[in-house]
């Protein structure tokens, strides 16, 4: 078993997702600018598996989807400040801005059941200002998940924010 480079808690710190929307659990894989190796592990107690499917419990694809797309964003994010394995994490990131998804394009392999460790690989494609395109894939041992591409951007929060007013059309 890979040794992790970065803890949940340390994520929880670069990432703004919360239980229980935070879907990546450590990293073990890094370098700059290039790709980055998660794990996020799927247990039974998850919310998903109490409709999606009680009987036959498989993990959402858009979850799947979106815990690649978290995976990407720590990329983006530790790629940004520089950060280099073993060197001290820069927490005090700008906290108006979060990484959002641009698109993806996903396609699936193989459900994902309850007790799976899953593997998150995301290697950098390109970037465009704050946009970047990275090729991702979903995998433990021989068993492919899920692979694609996503794209995930940094914005301002207070872009995100819903307005409380009808908007004229």
């Known amino acids: 078993m890979e040794k992790a480079l970065i803890q949940n808690y340390q994520i929880q710190k670069l990432l703004p997702h919360r239980y229980p929307f935070q879907l990546v ?21 998850e919310p998903a598996f109490q409709g999606h499917f009680p009987e036959l419990p498989i993990f959402p694809g858009v979850l799947l989807t979106e815990a690649m797309g978290q995976a990407c964003g720590l990329l983006v994010e530790l790629s940004t400040q520089d950060w280099e394995v073993g060197k001290p994490i820069n927490y005090d990131i700008d906290a108006a801005r979060v990484g959002v998804f641009g698109g993806y394009k996903v396609k699936f392999f193989a459900p994902v059941v309850p007790g799976t460790l899953v593997y998150l690989h995301g290697e950098l494609d390109w970037t465009m200002g704050a946009a970047s395109c990275l090729k991702v894939k979903a995998y433990n041992g021989d ?17 995100l924010t819903p307005q409380t007013e009808a908007v004229a059309l």
């Open 143 to 159: 068993t492919l998940f899920a692979k694609g591409t996503v794209t995930v951007a940094m914005a301002d929060k207070k872009q």
């Open 25 to 45: 659990d450590q990293v073990i894989g890094y370098e700059k600018g290039k790709s980055i190796t998660a794990i996020k592990a799927v247990g039974i107690g």
